[in-house]
């Protein structure tokens, strides 16, 4: 091989190299926030867990109560949620850093675009968790106890509630992102807007298979994630209908 060969090939390597550098760098980053937003919080772990399982623990029947069936899990329990809670408390600076790393690569007006997509998805994620705290877990935890046969005391363990209500936050956090999906799709040119209108059954039918693969296996806390999602969809295709006819095309 050559010495220009050599020189170019070395020249190729080098901006590999940088980024790779600045990868590390950036996944260091990450993962020190994370770190720093546990420790701020670990202290209280049994508070944040007392607030999570409060729409549980305020319709339990009269002696009903919260249980640990394992050796560790009034320790692990609150330790997993705490740590689950610094990862969405750093989600904001998570984006930023990942943000930063592609936006280098980006022409200005996808960086126009992916910003406020970007930022979207973020607080919707959010409403989406707060969704399911709110209006579903009461709903849904009402059920359950009421539904409880005669002579059965409703003792919920606590790494099993935990494993559930994560679960459901993951599930009402996606579905929530799906306006800024049907957005995107449009703008891509994937589908248009009179395409989605077209295969509206089709979407009703997929949200309630997701409900029943994104949920515990009941046909209530399916439908309260089923419904949503439709309603989500709806708000994709009005915001979809709104942008300007150069912008999809675009």
């Known amino acids: 091989m050559s010495n220009t060969e050599l020189q170019s090939s070395d020249e190729a390597s080098a901006p590999l190299v940088e980024h790779l550098v600045e990868l590390r760098s950036r996944v260091l980053r990450i993962v ?74 980006l022409y200005a007006h996808e960086k126009k675009l992916a910003f406020p997509l970007l930022g979207s998805s973020i607080v919707l994620f959010y409403a989406g968790m707060a969704f399911a705290y709110y ?28 494993s559930f209500v994560l679960k459901l936050f993951f599930a009402f956090g ?39 693969l994104l949920t515990p296996p009941d046909v209530f806390s399916q439908t309260l994630l089923a419904i949503p999602m439709w309603l989500l969809f709806e708000v994709g295709i009005l915001i979809s209908r709104l942008l300007p006819r150069n912008k999809q095309q675009e």
């Open 174 to 212: 996606i579905a929530f992102e799906i306006p800024v999906a049907t957005v995107l799709l449009v703008l891509a040119g994937i589908t248009s807007v009179e395409g989605l209108v077209a295969k509206r059954l089709y979407v009703i039918l997929g949200c309630f298979v997701a409900g029943m």
């Open 32 to 105: 020190l926030s994370v770190l720093v937003v546990f420790l701020c919080l670990f202290y209280f772990a049994n508070d944040i867990y007392a607030f999570i399982s409060e729409p549980l623990r305020s319709i339990l029947p009269e002696g009903g109560q919260m249980i640990a069936t394992e050796v560790a899990s009034p320790f692990l329990a609150p330790f997993k949620l705490t740590l689950f809670t610094a990862f969405l408390v750093s989600v904001p600076y998570i984006l930023y850093q990942i943000w930063s790393f592609i936006a280098p690569g």
């Open 135 to 162: 209006a579903v877990f009461p709903l849904l935890f009402a059920f359950f106890t009421a539904a409880a046969p005669e002579g059965v005391a409703v003792m919920t363990d606590i790494n099993s509630y935990l």
